[in-house]
């Protein structure tokens, strides 16, 4: 019998979604908001453009921008001594992966005091956070739809994953206009990081129907979007890899991930690489290794991505991981694991640092750290 | 390009998600619960259940079960009065559409005060409503998922549609084991009432990607366990069933529905027949007349209800309501609208009203109360 829940913000998606910004805020209570965004952003005229939303409203805008890809523990621990000071209500983040989780550990130290170590982990958030409203800038960390939040102990070298119901925000508000301006790089790397969170999902030991049908929507949209997304900046298949991340993230979010998560975590944190480089290097293995305890649901997975046939489901995932391969070969992307780990000899650190990443829980296939050993000398 | 909002509750599924109540209500912060069910669900025992899980936890509770099959104006206002004569700060229902959706009302009263009439159509309602918890008891309403509730406004005669972002409750707690005390017929009605759901809110003006997977995956389920639930009362299909309305629920609460539902609470104003069958004698002809708009999402349908074939969408369509024709005569239901509707007079009226539903608004074919009427006499 299925034993489940699902959890997710409300969603406002489209283009122009972000004009409804002030209005989500008023009717989360705000007053004083702390707005968290990057250089980036800022660069690419998104900030300005939130502060004269805001303004216009007459909502007061703290703004915090000491944020860096793999947010920091440090970085968390400032916001939050800002928010306080500034005596602010309700926290608006605009970015990617590494401003929104940026901000959702400023909301726990709010919410909760402490450190933000003390919070990794499952469900060890006890105090509400102030209200959140995430505004996504990359179709692909959907840390805007999900209960996750990525923070990296600089002294340990871990990126913790911290897992919270109180972790998903009031509102996400999905405006795929905003992925015009970035360019191809990162939006491969997005699409990658949401092609694996689909993946992970659809075959992790808690996923139920209402999450495999958002990671199979995911796979579908990613696969046939990719290309004139990266490689024309195509508005329509910028949007739907908007909508891709979006159910992605309804499926990670409530059936967690897996392995490859978690070497990635853990890989961020010895290397800090950027999260979705590190998918075409270990997706394919980390598959491969899953493959046995999951046959039917990996043929799923096949078949979104290579096309319906009528084979045995085996020949069908192989196949799917070939094509993925191929893919990730047509886009020129690094496969090889030696030319982001400096050092051999960090692996067995890396992998035993991943055993104890919560995404392995919920892998398909239990994995000691020699087995995860495999996947990264497969992949090296 | 997509413009779309998506809004659900909290989900807790799974025999035995009741057990959660208690905790569920802490955190929405009840001290003093107002407790909406009806006569059917105490002989069943279901009412003593929660009754005794609120004790056992502390909380107060005020029981009210003055709910009629097809909720009145009356009983919503006299259900407010006694909320707040109580000070009750917290509603939890228990049942199917009648009693959740009687909840509702007295919430939007108890919140913005007035007369319920005050709130139908689309998004009236200013101010918030108290904290909701809703369990349902049939897998068909999905009043626990939606932003809908249907109150009748007795001297109208008005089965009215009151939708607002304010009217999905913060929990939806989902025990399929509660289907298990239920008849064949109140499951057969559930099931074609979540079937509807999905169906018209596929082809809806409004549907997104969001919504459309929800239902495709609602009509699956049904159409593969409605005949287990129903005639075994088979446990893993009355789960299933369970997964399908609360799918279903997802997509209508978020794209509407069609002229069926409309000429559904139209005629339910005027006859006080039971909700869910209206459908097996309007569905089928409904269909046939959305049918020029929508033949592609037509076909899709029909490929899900008879099974995947090579065959032009029409083919597919026009197949797929052949066989829901046949499985409502399977089933002996009632197709001819004759036997409900006592005065063929009254169905000019029925029709007029059915046109300034908003349900009627978000339909794929455009249609004036003759068109509605030619609906009718096909189904006669």
Redesign the interface.
Known sequence: ????????P????????ITHLAQCARRVGAQRIFFVSDQGLEDAGWVDMVKGILRTEKLDCVYFNDVKSNPRDKQVHRGAEIYLEERCDVIVALGGGSPMDAAKGIGIIVGNGGKIRDYEGANRIMRPLPPMILIPSTAGSSSDISQFCIITDVEREVKMSIIS?SLVPNISIID?HILTTQGRDLTLASAIDALSHAVESYVSKLA???TE??AL?AIE?IIKNIKPAAEDGD??AL?NLS?AS??AGMSFSNASLGTLHALAHSLGGVCDVLHGWVHPILLPSVMRYNLPSCIEKMGTIGRYISGPRVCPDIQAAELGINTLEKLFAEFGLNTKLHKIVPHKASLEKICKIATRDVCHLTNPRPANWQDLMNICEEAW
Chains 1, 2 share one sequence.
């Open positions: 019998m299925l034993n489940t829940k699902f959890a997710i409300d969603i406002i998606f489209g283009d122009g979604a119901r795929p139920s129907p209402f049908m958002n929507k949209l508005s329509k949007e909508i979006t159910a």
